[in-house]
């Protein structure tokens, strides 16, 4: 596959119809092109919608129908919320970060008291990698956002869910800058519900586990 069809394949990762074949090459493309990977990521609130926008759509009805007005109502109202939702949780995630900071190497971790959101907190001793998910319960399953600290990059990563049935799913993936200790922050969702989630998994596309968040 040549470059420029490597980059045409951004979209079609992102929404997960590449087949096992392809979508294990244009991974290998991402670890060497940091604007797919940026691009992958920006996928994400377009991912949602589509996801959204398929769960409420009776199977009877055509897959090239347009939506209605009470349909494009909804998502305009979910994106709004989205919006404000997310500037409350920069906040948390600002105070979480003064905390990660002043903690010691060993591992910490803390989960969020509420049921919506769910917030999970954890350093890997080891890999010295921090993370933050925060996920929401929504119809068609969780809004899911990341906020990651990785000074020993550059490299390719993933966050993965595993259900309690021992699935495995992709939230989202992204190439880590080169020694930049800063905190990313990235969405994604997952077609599991918060509940149906057993923990968190930052892996790198080698398959080594940076950091473990337990949801239990």
Not at 42 to 48: A, D, L, N, S, V
Not at 182 to 198: F, K, S, Y
Request: glycine share 8%.
């Amino acid at each position: 596959m040549r470059s420029l069809e490597r980059h045409r394949d951004v979209g079609a990762y992102a929404l997960g119809v590449l087949d096992e074949a392809e979508a294990f090459r244009f991974e290998d493309h991402l670890m060497e092109c940091p604007r797919c990977a940026a691009e992958v990521t920006e996928f994400g609130p377009t991912t949602r919608q589509l996801m959204l926008y398929r769960r409420a759509t009776p199977r009877s009805v055509h897959p090239f129908a347009g939506p209605g007005p009470r349909l494009l109502d909804r998502l305009l109202g979910e994106v709004a919320a989205r919006r404000r939702a997310a500037r409350r949780r920069l906040l948390f995630a600002v105070a979480a970060s003064v905390v990660a900071a002043l903690a010691g190497p060993a591992i910490a971790m803390s989960v969020g008291g509420g049921e919506n959101p769910v917030r999970i907190t954890a350093t890997d001793e080891r890999s010295g990698v921090w993370a933050q998910v925060t996920s929401e319960n929504e119809a068609w399953g969780s809004d899911i956002e990341l906020k990651i600290k990785d000074a020993a990059g550059p490299r390719a990563c993933h966050l993965i869910v595993i259900g309690r049935d021992g699935t495995e799913h992709t939230v989202t993936s992204w190439n880590a800058p080169h020694h930049d200790a800063r905190p990313n922050t990235m969405q994604g969702g997952a077609a599991l519900h918060p509940d149906e989630i057993v923990r968190y998994e930052v892996r790198t596309n080698d398959g080594e586990r940076l950091v473990v968040l337990d949801a239990d």
